[in-house]
């Protein structure tokens, strides 16, 4: 092994290996494609604990504009608990990493018009191509648009409120979110309320399992065996987590053992909806049979089906969902920030 190691350092793949690495804390903010913000650039260069936040849930989930509160609201929770927010997504073509008021405004504004795009990991190349050769669009990042963006500046932690997965029937349609395939590649971990059980919730644990995904949920203080991986707006799903975590330190070690392993995917911590928020299965179930016959007799596939589902599952419950959604959003993000701490003590 020692030699090969030597022989390697040899190689001229070496250089360009370490480069990677080093580049990730110093990439430069003034690519065509991407900037990151001052206030990023500067936690980044002091070690700062940072959390990655992503935009689609503004540009494709929450209506303008009560995007605008909880954007600003999210920021103030990862603020106040003392970590820096790092808000992504895409303005004029540029992949935006650490977003002033100004930008998160002129993203947000145009939440739901035909031009503002929701920015995937395949998606990144186009909308930021098309800026370079001038057609200048805006964009919402998803989970894996978010993730891509975030490892890029080397942020390693990021909270949001649901995430993508296989969807019901993917066994015929294929549809399954990119957020898994993201999370088998990247190393970020992703706090998040689970998914939501308009998805197939087993095959979306297989799936993770498959990509090599460590999946761990917050126990709360319930018994491991009791532990569900949760679904969004239910904080059980019938359907148990592979793994339990009961600190957010707990959270943080294992993201450095695993950046210290070299191991290249990534981590989701599914943090349960705050109990008082909690919606019975029940009654989601109905609501959600409901909106997935609908999409599917208006024949609404690919990475409209989503979008299209929640603001369904919105206009169903009459807006019920709405409290539910926004408190979960805001404890993962203050998770998300409790874990970013936690991992900036470990990494001193
Ligand atoms: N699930 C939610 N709320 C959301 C999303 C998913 O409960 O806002 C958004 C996230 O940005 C997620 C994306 O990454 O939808 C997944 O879309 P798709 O299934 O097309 O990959
Ligand atoms: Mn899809």
Not at 152 to 165: D, E
């Amino acid at each position: 092994l020692r030699s090969s190691l030597r022989a390697f350092s040899r190689s001229p793949l070496a250089g360009k290996v370490n480069l990677c690495k080093t580049s990730t804390r110093s990439l430069s903010t003034n690519s065509s494609f991407v900037h990151i913000s001052d206030h990023v650039q500067e936690a980044l260069q002091s070690k700062k604990p940072i959390v990655a936040l992503e935009t689609t849930i503004y540009t494709h989930g929450f209506p303008y504009p009560e995007n605008i509160a909880l954007a600003s609201h999210l920021e103030s929770i990862v603020r106040t608990n003392g970590a820096v927010p790092a808000t992504i997504g895409i303005l004029d073509g540029v992949a935006h990493i650490g977003m002033g008021v100004e930008e998160i405004l002129k993203l947000l504004e145009r939440a739901g018009q035909q031009d503002t795009i929701k920015v995937s990991r395949r998606d990144l190349g186009y909308i930021c191509g098309l800026g370079l050769a001038g057609r200048k669009l805006n964009g919402g990042t998803t989970v894996a648009g978010t993730m891509v963006l975030a490892h890029l500046a080397g942020i390693k932690v990021f909270a949001t409120g649901g995430l993508g997965g296989v969807h019901r029937g993917a066994e015929s349609s294929m549809d399954i979110s990119a957020d898994l395939t993201e999370l088998g590649r990247t190393p970020v971990a992703v706090i998040s309320s689970g998914c939501k059980s308009f998805l197939d919730i087993p095959r979306t644990l297989e799936y993770l399992e498959t990509e090599g995904v460590g999946v761990a949920t917050f126990a709360d203080g319930r018994p491991e065996k009791e532990v569900d991986f949760p679904a969004f707006w239910s904080r059980d799903s019938g359907f148990k987590s592979p793994a339990v975590v009961r600190t957010e330190e707990e959270a943080a070690a294992i993201i450095h053992a695993q950046s210290s392993l070299g191991i290249s995917s990534g981590l989701l911590f599914a943090n349960p909806i705050p109990t008082e928020f909690s919606i019975p299965k029940s009654e989601m179930d109905v609501i959600i049979t409901q909106a997935l016959n609908e999409a599917d007799q208006k024949g609404i596939i690919g990475k409209d089906n989503t979008p299209f589902i929640l603001s369904k599952i919105k206009e169903l419950s009459s807006g019920k969902s709405i409290p539910a959604n926004r408190a979960l959003i805001e404890a993962n993000v203050r998770r998300g920030t409790a874990v970013a701490l936690a991992l900036a003590k470990l990494e001193e």
